[in-house]
T-cell receptor, first 115, second 116 residues
Framework: AQKITQTQPGMFVQEKEAVTLDCTYD???????LFWYKQPSSGEMIFLIY??????QNATEGRYSLNFQKARKSANLVISASQLGDSAMYFC????????????FGQGTRLTINP | EAGVAQSPRYKIIEKRQSVAFWCNPI?????LYWYQQILGQGPKLLIQ????????DSQLPKDRFSAERLKGVDSTLKIQPAKLEDSAVYLC????????FGYGYTFGSGTRLTVV
């Protein structure tokens, strides 16, 4: 079974600051993928970034980077130079590459960017 | 390419009534997922289809929920009878295949169900 834990229910940061959203995971699958999604108030789930468990380098996508520490089973999302439009719910998720390979989500972190 | 289409966008029903949600995945996507997202929580997988076969329905409350994916394309999720605790957003997602690259999920805008 897979489990995702996001321990920060809410985060408040000033515009233009960097922010780190925490995510820890647990799985028995030898290979897996880790994801971050953004969910604005409109409700759609927007894919941000992906990290494979065997990827040697941390993933980056524009202002988003994933700080992957496999030994600690953590996959934190770093947003650089935050913008007002970054205010949303953020979900960490993982998918094992065995069996049904379903995508399992954490509880989410509500990020608020203050001007 | 067109995204994942869901309808209706919103639905309000009384408890014990029935309701159905519809999803049209991205063309060519073999795998389709239905998620339930209760307010303040992360999405929970209800059922996963590969073409028109069920891959995982372990968290689907089968006494009241049912889903089908005829011809491996569109899918319908039904609740009968609805309970107050079914109030949630129901998200549909699709991907090219179960295996392969992990970032191939695309989500629809969801159906917000309110049971009163």
């Amino acid at each position: 079974a897979q489990k995702i834990t996001q321990t920060q229910p809410g985060m408040f940061v000033q515009e233009k600051e960097a922010v780190t959203l925490d995510c820890t995971y647990d799985t028995s699958d030898p290979s897996y993928g880790l994801f971050w999604y953004k969910q604005p108030s409109s409700g759609e789930m927007i894919f941000l970034i992906y990290q494979g468990s065997y990827d040697q380098q941390n993933a980056t996508e524009g202002r988003y980077s994933l700080n992957f520490q496999k030994a600690r089973k953590s996959a934190n999302l770093v947003i650089s130079a935050s913008q007002l439009g970054d205010s949303a719910m953020y979900f960490c998720a993982m998918r094992g590459f065995q069996g049904a390979q379903k995508l399992v989500f954490g509880q989410g972190t509500r990020l608020t960017i203050n001007p | 390419e067109a995204g994942v289409a869901q309808s209706p966008r919103y639905k309000i029903i009384e408890k014990r009534q029935s309701v159905a949600f519809w999803c049209n995945p991205i063309s060519g996507h073999a795998t389709l997922y239905w998620y339930q997202q209760i307010l303040g929580q992360g999405p929970k997988l209800l059922i996963q289809f590969q073409n028109n076969g069920v891959v995982d329905d372990s968290q689907l409350p089968k006494d009241r929920f049912s889903a089908e994916r005829l011809k491996g394309v569109d899918s319908t999720l039904k609740i009968q009878p609805a309970k107050l605790e079914d109030s949630a957003v129901y998200l549909c997602a699709s991907s090219l295949q179960t295996g392969g690259f992990g970032y191939g999920y695309t989500f629809g805008s969801g159906t917000r169900l309110t049971v009163v």
